[in-house]
């Protein structure tokens, strides 16, 4: 079948590091993306990758193991304004993108 | 710059009753586009996806339904809502150069009463 799977919820400090993990179950697997959703918004395009190792984007990093079907996002030196949920997504065969429940940061001071 | 238009914001609709979303994307030409729902507190169903006018293809077999009538439009049709169709409905456009990511609109919050 298909599938990704990443917790539910993580709760950390300011300026704290929160590392969301999401593990996917699919075939013709291109890419794996991260977007963020505030309560009430859309979501937004983090990071997307399609290779092993390590993307940096100024606070934030996505890291992918195709042979784990493995990856995580990498949040860093957290602000109020990262509560949120983070989403990751495959993109696998036919244009399709194919999200996860989601996991809600929640950032306290 | 390329933008997405989605509307109505929020829309509250009677058990029975039609459905019409629009989707538009300016500043871009022959985008993929995509209409996903979002149930409150999970993540997001992908419903439909179209790489062209006229075609479109079907993720999840349901009382909707959808058309791309123009290049930058994307509607999202019903002739009889139930009460499971509420949720977020989020239209989405990606176009087919190396930008991987998905742009979606505001969303349209659709609550069946």
């Known amino acids: 079948g298909q599938s990704l799977e990443q917790p539910s919820e993580v709760t950390a400090v300011e300026g704290a590091i929160v590392q969301i993990n999401c593990t996917y179950q699919?075939?013709?697997?291109?890419?794996l993306s991260w977007y963020q959703q505030h309560d009430g918004g859309a979501p937004t395009f983090l990071s997307y990758n399609a290779l092993d190792g390590l993307e940096e984007t100024g606070r934030f990093s996505s890291f992918l193991s195709r042979s784990d079907s493995y990856g995580y996002l990498l949040l860093q030196e957290l602000q109020m304004k990262d509560s949120a949920s983070y989403f990751c997504a495959y993109q696998a065969a036919g244009n399709k993108l194919t999200f996860g429940g989601g996991t809600r940061v929640l950032v306290k001071p | 710059s390329q933008t997405i238009h989605q509307w109505p914001a929020t829309l509250v609709q009677p058990v029975g009753s039609p459905l019409s979303l629009e989707c538009t994307v300016e500043?871009?030409?022959?985008?993929?586009l995509y209409w996903y729902r979002q149930a409150a507190g999970r993540g997001l169903q992908l419903l439909f996806y179209?790489?062209?006018?006229?075609?479109i293809s079907s993720e999840v077999p349901q009382n909707l339904s959808a058309s791309r009538p123009q290049d930058r439009q994307f509607i999202l049709s019903s002739k009889k809502l139930l009460l499971s169709d509420s949720g977020f409905y989020l239209c989405?456009?990606?176009?087919?150069?190396?930008?991987?990511?998905?742009?979606f609109g505001s969303g349209t919050r659709l609550t069946v009463v």
């Open positions: 989405a456009w990606r176009d087919r150069g190396l930008n991987y990511g998905y742009t």
């Open positions: 179209s790489v062209g006018i006229g075609q």
């Open positions: 500043g871009t030409s022959n985008p993929n």
């Open positions: 699919t075939s013709g697997f291109y890419g």
